[in-house]
T-cell receptor, first 113, second 115 residues
Framework: DGGITQSPKYLFRKEGQNVTLSCEQN?????MYWYRQDPGQGLRLIYYSQIVNDFQKGDIAEGYSVSREKKESFPLTVTSAQKNPTAFYLC????????????FGDGTRLSIL | DQQVKQNSPSLSVQEGRISILNCDYT??????FLWYKKYPAEGPTFLIS?????DKNEDGRFTVFLNKSAKHLSLHIVPSQPGDSAVYFC??????????????FGQGTILTVHP
């Protein structure tokens, strides 16, 4: 059954720590995306990747880093430089062409201890 | 600079009636528009989309209307069901740009359908 898997569902981080959120897809999609959702706000794009070994900053990339070493994986690291990391993080993918919907995972909720 | 706006944070509708969710955009380069539905603690689910060459697209109970001159789109749900209660996001893509597939989202509208 094809889809996007995000893990873990809930994640807690201590101040000053880096933490990595996992996103795996078996849809054979070329493009992958990371969004952040805060209460009462829409989804804001953090990073996206249209092909393996290439990625671009989105609208709110500061304090985050990504890698795209494999087509099916696009992990997001929330670094200690991100001053307000508590949020709901969503990963998405699509074929990367225009006029194609993105398909989302079920998200990871990150909280600061 | 909010390029996609959903000005109604919430909407309450009686079961069986029509739900109309609205979305406005400012970027005239947007040419592909989508609606997503989201339940709490889950990822958004794609509902329906429309290309700028059309003014209407229908899929079952869901119809999206696009008014390019007004830079406005709307989602109609008829008839509304309690299971439709969720947050609805509109999104837009500038397909003519170099970032294929990159979407800009509105803030979302919470739809509540009462039995």
């Amino acid at each position: 059954d094809g889809g996007i898997t995000q893990s873990p569902k809930y994640l807690f981080r201590k101040e000053g720590q880096n933490v990595t959120l996992s996103c795996e897809q078996n849809l054979n999609h070329d493009a992958m995306y990371w969004y952040r959702q805060d209460p009462g706000q829409g989804l804001r794009l953090i990073y996206y990747s249209q092909i393996v070994n290439d990625f671009q900053k989105g609208d709110i990339a500061e304090g985050y880093s990504v890698s795209r070493e494999k087509k099916e994986s696009f992990p997001l690291t929330v670094t200690s430089a991100q001053k307000n990391p508590t949020a709901f993080y969503l990963c998405a993918s699509n074929e990367g062409y225009s006029n194609q919907p993105q398909h989302f995972g079920d998200g990871t909720r990150l909280s600061i201890l | 600079d909010q390029q996609v706006k959903q000005n109604s944070p919430s909407l309450s509708v009686q079961e069986g009636r029509i739900s109309i969710l609205n979305c406005d955009y400012t970027n005239s380069m947007f040419d592909y528009f989508l609606w997503y539905k989201k339940y709490p603690a889950e990822g958004p689910t794609f509902l329906i989309s429309i290309s700028s060459i059309k003014d209407k697209n229908e899929d079952g109970r869901f119809t999206v209307f696009l008014n390019k001159s007004a830079k406005h789109l709307s989602l109609h749900i008829v008839p509304s069901q309690p299971g439709d209660s969720a947050v609805y996001f509109c999104a837009a893509e500038d397909a003519g740009g170099t970032s294929y597939g990159k979407l800009t989202f509105g803030q979302g509208t919470i739809l509540t359908v009462h039995p």
